[in-house]
DNA sequence: TCGAGCATTGTTAGCGTTAACAGCGGGGCC
DNA sequence: GGCCCCGCTGTTAACGCTAACAATGCTCGA
């Protein structure tokens, strides 16, 4: 035989990772024969069968993905583009892709882009292309990489996760108008005479999903809708948002989410003010430590690990051709105690002169 | 009725992606010139790789990873093996580990597993050794994993994210000891009587690691070492075992990471208390939101991406039989407000009776 | 002038796997 | 009894790429 690789042995055996030429000769059948056992052929006769599977067992044989997704020209991997990583939905988004794609049997390849630009989105994707994967989750929500997204798509199939514009999962959409709207309809039960919002960045679906929600319900209770203020989802630039928002008098904020509502809180708490007792504060998405925030963050509920689970099923059929259309996940607003009805006096200063003009 | 991939053009010419053949043929050279052109080989004539760079562009060439791998037994892919994917320091080293194997030219594999069983994590780790990754990252603290990772090591090299016990990053331990030993101190010398501690499961390094520095730092001091409850990193966890920290007449304590400290932040709260002026609070790992919480966390600091990114040099250090020993982060103490002088009289109900006893 | 020696390019043979087809007994049908 | 077909197994030729070696055309020194 030829030249094996891996360690020589000290006796002269040579340790080799084995191939199916191993297993085959161990057997005493052709390798296609042990080719149709590793992969469940069932013309095989059972006999046959058990003997490859013991010495397949014995040598602890592994078909290489490599060679087979070169001869079948079916990687069995898809790719994920994601940015900011460290943010729950994203992370969770992920996990929920992962354990989707695996379950379906396929491998996972993680590019993360650090910031998203249509040229680092596109190297990214090309990244992901060199390494011939089948289909592409993409947790890029910003517009300008959606875009580049989109181009790709001709090459390889992607699909967006978040999903809100995509055509895989279009009513997702709505769903979260919906659910951003029951959060600003509850603060206004509440008795608010209006609600602040501090929305995502101009560029993300979910942001003008939330913004679209929020605005309406407002303009359906008749109530005035005062300029958003934009952080950027992280904490700090909900605390300085905030701070503004407060200027303005709010009784009431719905953050575009729990990382931003935990900057508010913070900041009306150093006003001095307090939540829900001066300010009633609302978040979107739920994390996990929402509900052990002080005070435990109301918020809306959304399951991104759902969302992965989705998106791997729509690019899963996709890939075979079948057009899946699963239900959009429904974000739910769940009531906890950063929520109350409005005090007597607003918290911020000249804030009483501009919303009694408004009202 | 073979499908090639892509759009089917108009003109009926399939589409097809190029490969090497056609770029040589396309450039009038030899497969193997391109091969030299796109791998850097310095042996070709200036105008030959113009030609040929030429071709590439054209056709929008890119090399086939599997094809490659194939051949040279190298597949430049590096395998992770992450559980608890949703937990700030999971996240964040994977993003680290992600930077580095890409900036270093490998591609990311990712296997997340729900429970950190040696099953799951044997399994997790065959499919990565399936995919031929070069090596593998486990960011699989427990111990039961470490073994199962430790014993694929053989097949794989593999390196373990939290490195506490590895040896890879052998004096990371003692920074953590030290940090956690620092937390404490502050905590002492605002004049805490003594100090509890909120620990993480008992089969994580890291929990021993922080245990210990507290442990030390009490002792030290000739303070009584009240009996540490156990948290499972989630804020849900920290909030029950807080309530037992409570009943004890804590006044300090140590939580072994923030999900955790938040949780007990809630519990002192709820239990009519304030943080920091009946209990001080210190946290670990300093998460994006913790400067912004209610109060602000006093916590430790630690840099978790760039933990990936050390793992990353050690283990392509070991692909080349380099020994590489990058200096271990070093966690440091970030003070904010949830901590504070001890309050005259403790919190807790039974408490003041023991602790008395105690001291 | 000739061959050594260099720079550049081409040729051949796989890497480990599966698709496609070929072969080979034996049982059922007419 | 002959034929066909079915169940099972084997053979051959790729998949796209690179390692190893062969071949070409030069330049240069003796």
Redesign the interface.
Same mark, same amino acid.
């Given at each position: 035989m030829r030249r094996n690789?891996g360690t020589p042995d000290a006796d002269g055996e040579p340790v080799r990772t084995p191939v199916l030429a191993d297993v085959a000769e161990l057997a005493g059948v052709s390798q296609q024969t042990v080719s149709r056992v590793v992969n469940g052929s069932p013309s095989v006769a059972r006999r046959t069968r058990e003997r490859v599977e013991a010495a397949i067992a014995e040598l602890g044989y592994?078909?290489?993905? !490599? @060679?087979r997704? =070169?001869v079948t020209?079916r990687?069995r %991997?898809i790719g994920v583009v994601a940015a900011r990583?460290?943010l729950?939905g994203t !992370? @969770?988004t992920? =996990?929920g892709v992962?354990?989707a794609a %695996?379950a379906a049997g396929y491998?996972?390849?993680?590019?993360?882009v650090?910031d998203i630009l249509p040229e680092t989105v596109e190297e990214a994707l090309?990244?992901l292309?060199?390494?011939?994967v089948e289909g592409v989750v993409a947790i890029v929500p910003e517009d300008a990489a959606q875009e580049t997204v989109a181009a790709a798509d001709?090459?390889v199939p992607c699909v967006l996760a978040p999903g809100l514009d995509g055509p895989g999962l279009p009513d997702a959409y709505w769903l979260e108008v919906a659910a951003a709207h029951e959060a600003v309809r509850h603060l206004v039960e509440l008795g608010h005479r209006t609600v602040h919002h501090l929305a995502g960045p101009a560029d993300w679906a979910e942001s003008r999903a939330r913004a679209t929600g929020w605005r309406t319900a407002l303009v359906e209770t008749l109530r005035v809708v005062p300029a958003p203020v934009r952080g950027d989802w992280?904490?700090?630039s909900?605390?300085l948002a905030a701070l503004r928002l407060l200027e303005d008098g709010a009784t009431a904020v719905f953050a575009a989410n729990d990382?931003m509502a935990?900057?508010v809180?913070?900041a009306v708490?150093e006003a001095g003010g307090a939540v829900p007792g001066d300010v009633s504060v609302v978040g979107f998405d739920d994390m996990?430590?929402a509900?052990?925030?002080?005070?435990?963050l109301t918020t809306v509920h959304k399951d991104f690990a759902e969302v992965g689970r989705r998106c791997v099923e729509v690019l899963l059929g996709r890939l075979s051709d079948r057009l899946v259309h699963p239900e959009a996940v429904s974000p739910r607003l769940v009531v906890r105690a950063s929520t109350a009805v409005p005090p007597a006096v607003p918290l911020g200063g000249r804030a009483e002169r501009r919303t009694a003009a408004a009202g």
């Open positions: 690789r592994r078909p290489n993905a !490599a @060679a997704a =070169l020209r990687s %991997r990583a460290t729950h !992370a @969770a992920l =996990l992962q354990e %695996r491998s996972v390849s993680v590019v993360m650090r090309r990244e292309h060199e390494q011939s001709a090459v992280t904490a700090a909900g605390y990382h935990l900057g809180v913070r708490t996990p430590d509900a052990y925030l002080t005070p435990p």
